[in-house]
């Protein structure tokens, strides 16, 4: 019976011993590693450990000697070609850096000319139209300021509404009408904002707004309702002033879309509508002509903008 209970414990002391053992070699590995740490081949003067593959640093240098993506390694191939700078002179100069915060416009407008062919139509005249075709040119003398001119030409394009129409077989009444041939203004232009949307997923539209306000001539006439058979009417300028309000979508930094409502203001001499006339008076020409109204016409131009020239340079780089 004891000689077995020694068998067991001579078995359970061979197992435990190569545990034991290898908790005593790392014991020791950890100790000789603070052993180095403290007073090793690795200390410096002082006491200071330094560090394996630790170089001095260069003046003017981002990156130390050695370091992967620093410019050490250049110097040590050429030293010529390694930057060298005084540091306290550069510590002494004034910083005078200019940031800015927001992206550059994306189509310049300063010094730059401006086309716009364009198609127009009438809004509030629901007796006669008077579409047409116009042209604009304008010259930005900054981002958001421009000088320009526009010509409108409409006699070819006079329409009678069916709506007038209408009115004079059902009611017997005679509506007088005035009908239009060109109109030109000298104006001015204001870009109070712009920026960019996104469209279709992935496309970026940029876009402005402007104001524009002018002054000029337009030539009118009135049409012979009342009385057609003795009168004859001819197209007579009048001073008219003009404001409105437009945006254009630009497609590239020179060709843009532009929807713009204006309206033009004149005074307009209308047709007389007294018909008690005597027939022999009513061949004079100043029995022809009735009220003096302040003439609003609103109209909707659709046209494209190109500028000139095609490409630009920044003032300042991005």
Not at 264 to 278: G, M
Request: charged content about 25%; overall charge negative.
């Amino acid at each position: 019976m004891n000689k077995n209970r020694i068998g067991l414990l001579v078995a359970a002391a061979l197992c435990a011993y190569p545990g034991i053992t290898l908790a005593q070699d790392e014991g020791d590995e950890a100790a000789g590693e603070e052993v180095v740490d403290e007073g090793g081949e690795g200390e410096g003067e002082g006491g200071e450990v330094e560090e394996p593959g630790a170089e001095e640093e260069i003046p003017g240098l981002e990156g130390e000697v050695g370091e992967e993506g620093g410019l050490g390694d250049i110097c040590e191939i050429d030293p010529e070609a390694c930057p060298q700078l005084d540091l306290e002179k550069e510590a002494q100069k004034d910083l005078n850096e200019v940031i800015y915060a927001v992206q550059q416009i994306y189509a310049k407008r300063r010094g730059r000319f401006e086309l716009n062919p364009y198609w127009s139509i009438s809004l509030n005249d629901q007796f006669i139209q008077h579409p047409g075709p116009g042209i604009a040119a304008n010259f930005y003398v900054s981002e958001v300021l421009a000088i320009g001119a526009n010509f409108n030409y409409y006699r070819p394009f006079n329409v009678d509404s069916d709506f007038n129409a209408d009115v004079r077989r059902a009611a017997r009444v005679g509506v007088p009408l005035t009908e239009y041939d060109w109109n030109a203004n000298f104006n001015f232009f204001y870009v109070p904002a712009y920026g960019k949307f996104a469209g279709f997923s992935d496309f970026i539209f940029h876009w402005d707004l402007y104001l524009v306000a002018g002054a000029g001539a337009i030539s009118t006439r009135p049409i012979a309702v009342i009385d057609p058979d003795n009168r004859f009417f001819e197209f007579e300028p009048k001073l008219a002033f003009n404001a409105g309000l437009g945006a254009r979508i630009f497609f590239n930094r020179w060709f843009a879309a532009i929807l713009e409502i204006r309206d033009y203001i004149f005074q307009e001499e209308l047709e007389s509508l007294d018909t008690t006339v005597d027939p022999d008076a009513a061949r004079d020409k100043a029995n022809w002509y009735g009220d003096n109204e302040l003439t609003n016409n609103v109209q909707a131009q659709f046209g494209v903008s190109i500028f000139m020239p095609f490409s630009f340079e920044y003032r300042l780089p991005k």
